[in-house]
């Protein structure tokens, strides 16, 4: 498999690897992808990891606020002071994100 690069600047995988590893994860459903996940993370298996992970990405690249909500069955508001705790806490990511 071709090599993932990353950050992943493309959301549609057939531009980013071979169209038979493309398609093996995209025709997955969610459950089973975050078992390959797993599996290849505890089997240290990085391909298979990079291609999981990169399929998990593409889809929710341009997604809003509320798709994400949706797609991952969130349905509890933080408090005002949980949010603000968990945005300190992962402050590095937003920087990073406004960097790319």
């Not at 038979?20 to 298979?48: E, G, R």
């Not at 798709?67 to 991952?72: G, P």
């Not at 408090?79 to 968990?86: F, N």
Request: charged fraction near 35%.
């Amino acid at each position: 498999m071709t090599e993932i690069e990353k950050p992943l600047k493309i959301s549609k995988l057939t531009d980013i690897v071979q169209e038979w590893y493309a398609k093996y994860v995209d025709d997955a459903d969610q459950v089973f992808i975050f078992l390959l996940i797993l599996a290849a993370k505890y089997m240290d298996i990085k391909p298979s990891l990079d291609l999981s992970c990169a399929n998990v990405v593409s889809k929710l690249k341009g997604k809003t606020r509320e798709d994400l909500r949706t797609a991952f069955t969130i349905t509890k508001e933080f408090a005002t002071e949980e949010e603000a705790k968990v945005r300190e806490e992962n402050k590095w990511c937003e920087e990073r994100l406004e960097k790319n």
